[in-house]
């Protein structure tokens, strides 16, 4: 691995070392000393099938939240990614084996967060994804590759999960019945969002979708909000998923993998303190229908994520990283004991929700 990054730091004229770095569950990240600090990144290219797209996505979006944040007189290099050319100034690189690497500025005296210590710093993350979605909202979404179709069709993970279970590639099925019937009880809502954005009641804008907490950068001191990081999966989706995906991880009263489930619960302090920040980032321009689903997305998103793990571990892991044998199992059964959660909380969440 190390000679591999050898090789691939001349592509950049730097001759130094990476170290691995934070916990993301699909591309390999490294950090690189030097001044200014820098961050290197293989993308996972089993899930990214295509990276020129990936890159051509990631620099266009970039490239107008920068002219944006110049206007609004804040600093581009710190407010949003920054992507590092090579020597040749391309916006990425391979090595001869094919791999795909590329490298953004470090944003320094920030800090990514897998949990947020009190409902405050979660309300950053959502000020911090409202307002990438509304400095976006103009950007010209048809120019966008889905670079991973259909990625929060929860209908089609519900497809998936079904072919997964089908081939019991590598024998788990029988093993995990309980969550096997849990998501099959669950069919009947995975089509609301995307029959909405079908019928035209729930409009598509662009959007981050993936927005967990640390795929935000918040000032190390006040907690305010620097960057919205990891823009691979910008692309067309809805509102609705950037509010679901980012409840589904961060009013999680424990952590997406913990193994005792009488840890888990969905938190209505944190959706309150999220849904608060998120509609005063917003403005105006949510509908009537994204709010009236906007706790019904947590429950989607969650349930959603829910099935992916599952289905990856049905699958053999060949989707998210994992650190332990039944990783991907633990993380599904905290999905599923959320969803069961906000199940019972979802009266109480339409009552928050119309105080603001
Ligand atoms: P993945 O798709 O694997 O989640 P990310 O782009 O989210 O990859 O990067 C993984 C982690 O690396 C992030 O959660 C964050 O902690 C850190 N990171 C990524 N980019 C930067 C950056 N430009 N500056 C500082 N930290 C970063
Ligand atoms: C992955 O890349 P990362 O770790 O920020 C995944 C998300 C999931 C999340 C679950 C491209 O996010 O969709 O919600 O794991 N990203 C991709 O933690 O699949
Ligand atoms: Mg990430």
Wanted: with cysteine.
């Amino acid at each position: 691995m190390k000679k591999d990054l050898n090789s691939i730091l001349k592509q950049y004229g730097m001759d130094t070392e990476g170290t691995p770095f934070g916990n993301g569950h699909i591309n390999d990240t490294y950090i690189l000393p030097g001044e200014p600090r820098k961050i290197l990144q293989r993308i996972n290219t089993s899930v990214f099938r295509d990276p020129n797209a990936v890159m051509e996505n990631v620099c266009a979006v970039t490239a107008y939240l920068s002219d944006i944040i110049r206007k609004e007189g804040g600093d581009p290099m710190r407010e949003t990614l920054t992507v590092v050319p090579t020597l040749d100034g391309r916006p990425y690189c391979m090595t001869p084996e094919g791999d795909v690497y590329r490298m953004y500025l470090f944003i320094e005296n920030a800090v990514s967060l897998d949990r947020a210590d009190d409902p405050e710093t979660f309300a950053m993350s959502a000020r911090a994804f409202g307002k990438f979605q509304k400095q976006l909202a103009d950007f010209p979404a048809h120019t966008l590759h889905e670079v991973i179709p259909n990625f929060h069709n929860t209908a089609d993970r519900l497809r998936q999960f079904r072919e997964a279970l089908e081939k019991d590639a590598v024998g788990r099925a029988a093993s995990v019945k309980p969550e096997i019937d849990f998501v099959l009880s669950h069919a009947d809502c995975v089509s609301r969002v995307v029959d909405g954005i079908a019928d035209g009641s729930i409009p598509l804008r662009v959007t981050h979708n993936d927005t967990k907490l640390n795929n935000v950068m918040l000032d190390e001191v006040t907690h305010e909000p620097v960057c919205v990081i990891d823009l691979d999966t910008v692309m067309p989706g809805s509102l609705l998923y950037d509010v679901g995906d980012a409840l589904r991880f961060g009013a999680s009263t424990g952590d997406e993998d913990e193994t005792d489930l009488s840890k888990i619960e969905f938190d209505l302090t944190y959706f309150e303190a999220f849904i608060k920040a998120f509609l005063e980032a917003v403005g105006d321009s949510i509908t009537a229908r994204e709010r009236e689903l906007l706790p019904f997305s947590a429950l989607l998103l969650t349930l959603e994520c829910g099935i992916r793990f599952l289905t990856d571990y049905l699958n053999g892991d060949t989707y998210f990283r994992i650190h332990r044998e039944h990783h991907n199992l633990d993380r599904c059964r905290t999905q599923f004991k959320l969803v069961a959660d906000i199940e019972k909380k979802l009266e109480e969440m339409d009552a928050i929700v119309a105080k603001y």
